[in-house]
């Protein structure tokens, strides 16, 4: 099956200053991800989305980078504030297949 | 308010009873899942419904049923035979027509001693 890891279990930053998470993914076929926020106690929260034909999204604050060559993707959060602070996940899927999730990065902003 | 409900926020069993974690979801969803999320751990699938009166194991089914009799109700029983039922549950759904966004529900959290 799909393996979808995350490269660090923990960040920690500056309130202010930018946060990359980054997220590795394994099945080359994965055509669809998405970033969520969970915040401690409550449902995941959706950030942003990226499909396979693109290499960047911006959101509000937000960017995610995908690079198929290395089934690398990265979420990019601008000015992090002490809201963001919060666990991070990147999902994978296919067409017609579920999501598979990663284990989460957790961010840490210090004020 | 549109969205999904969790209900009950906290739940505490002994261990050896059942017990019903209720999702309900107004966003006319077709698709409805259940996680189950352990500390420092990502989202396993347990059981998934793409229509009413149909649905899927997951990659976690054992231990767990589930039933969709209505669109908008997606109950899991935890059932007796879960060996470590401790957990935060999340129920999740989603449109059907291309999209996978999959949008959830507040968590359960179930502590059975």
């Known amino acids: 099956g799909e393996s979808v890891g995350l490269h660090l279990p923990t960040l920690s930053v500056q309130e202010g200053d930018n946060s990359i998470i980054n997220c590795a993914y394994s099945?080359?076929?994965?055509?669809?991800f998405i970033w969520y926020k969970q915040e401690s106690g409550k449902g995941p929260q959706f950030i942003i989305d990226?499909?396979?034909?693109?290499d960047k999204r911006q959101g509000q604050r937000v960017t995610v980078l995908l690079n198929k060559t290395v089934k690398h993707l990265s979420l990019q959060i601008a000015a992090t504030q002490p809201g963001d602070s919060a666990v991070y996940f990147c999902?994978?899927?296919?067409?017609?297949?579920?999501?598979?999730f990663g284990t989460g990065t957790r961010l840490t902003v210090i004020p | 308010d549109g969205g999904i409900t969790q209900s009950p926020k906290y739940l505490f069993r002994k261990e050896g009873q059942n017990v019903t974690l209720s999702c309900e979801q107004n966003?006319?969803?077709?698709?409805m899942y259940w996680y189950r999320q352990d500390p420092g751990q990502g989202l396993r699938l347990i059981y998934y419904?793409?229509?009413?009166?149909?649905?899927q194991k997951g990659d976690i089914a054992e231990g767990y049923s589930v039933s969709r009799e209505k669109k908008e109700s997606f109950p899991l029983t935890v059932t007796s035979a879960q060996k470590n039922p401790t957990a935060f549950y999340l129920c999740?759904?989603?449109?059907?027509?291309?999209?996978?966004?999959?949008?959830f529900g507040p968590g359960t959290r179930l502590t059975v001693t």
């Open positions: 999902a994978e899927t296919t067409w017609a297949n579920n999501l598979f």
């Open positions: 966003l006319n969803h077709d698709a």
């Open positions: 419904s793409q229509i009413v009166n149909d649905f």
């Open positions: 990226i499909r396979s034909n693109m």
């Open positions: 999740a759904s989603t449109p059907t027509g291309g999209t996978y966004e999959q949008y």
């Open positions: 099945n080359s076929a994965s055509d669809y």
